[in-house]
């Protein structure tokens, strides 16, 4: 991967996005459909993971926020939670590192965006292990710190990142050791970018069945999922051009321009 710089910070006064962390009007917001251009990132998002899932199938979406999975997650035994106590949560105050759920509980586990939040990732890799059915599915969509996505995040002081993280060691956050909730978005990298040390550390939990980058251009158009900046309104014609345009350009240099990465873990049994 290539690092702009090793390690970064924003305190949460600096952040240059709207409604940092307000759940409920993100979910409102998004109720209201202002625009195609949120609705179009999140079914990007979410769709493909139906590929996983199938009719009767248990699931569960861990660190859900405000929930938009529900819109997109064809599943009548799906449910969402979250550290939290929010209203439109099926399970409140769910710390994924220690769930409280019965072993082998779920056909599959989605985490969506929120890897790069987790403390002690090797906790929370035991933690999903263990609550997963046999051939359970961990579903992930995570962000994907390219030069561009690094760039942005310096601009916006949205959330920092952290190359020298030891995400192997469950004595040690990996996120700010200040603010353990906060985000780091190289958490992805160190955990999956090199196989063999994955392997080493979870390899007996988990077989990377999809580990797939993406572009993603309408994201950085798209006005924030939970916190808000601005955007210009378009239809789903002109997004799907500015993708495909974008697309072109992501593949040959996907550590310059991707955005985001689709990854499908499946429990060794």
Same mark, same amino acid.
């Given at each position: ?7 970064? !910070? ?29 609705? $179009? ?66 056909? $599959? ?102 580990? !797939? ?33 974008? $697309? ?22």
């Amino acid at each position: 991967m290539i690092k702009i710089i090793k390690k970064t !910070k924003f305190l949460k006064n600096e952040n240059k996005m709207k409604n940092f962390g307000d759940i409920e009007k993100a979910l409102k917001s998004f109720k209201k459909r202002k625009s195609d251009n949120l609705y $179009y990132v999140l079914r990007e998002r979410f769709e493909w993971m139906n590929n996983y899932i199938k009719e009767d199938d248990v699931g569960l979406e861990v660190g859900a926020g405000a929930g938009f999975s529900k819109e997109f997650i064809i599943n009548k035994n799906f449910k969402i939670s979250d550290f939290a106590n929010h209203e439109h949560l099926n399970f409140k105050n769910i710390d994924a590192h220690n769930t409280g759920f019965k072993d082998n509980s779920f056909d $599959y586990v989605i985490a969506s965006h929120m890897i790069h939040h987790i403390a002690y990732p090797v906790k929370f890799f035991k933690e999903i292990y263990r609550i997963l059915k046999k051939d359970g599915k961990l579903i992930i969509y995570e962000s994907y710190a390219s030069v561009l996505l690094q760039f942005i995040e310096m601009i916006m002081k949205h959330e920092g990142f952290d190359w020298t993280k030891n995400v192997w060691d469950p004595t040690i956050t990996a996120t700010d050791d200040e603010d353990v909730w906060s985000g780091n978005i190289a958490i992805p990298h160190l955990l999956f970018d090199n196989r063999e040390v994955f392997n080493k550390n979870l390899g007996s939990y988990f077989k990377i069945e999809l580990d !797939k980058t993406l572009h993603e251009f309408s994201f950085l158009n798209s006005g924030g999922v939970s916190s808000k900046t601005f955007c210009i309104p378009l239809n789903y014609f002109f997004i799907k051009i500015l993708d495909k345009i974008y $697309y072109i350009l992501t593949k040959p240099f996907p550590k310059i321009f991707a955005i985001g990465r689709r990854l499908v873990l499946k429990k060794n049994n």
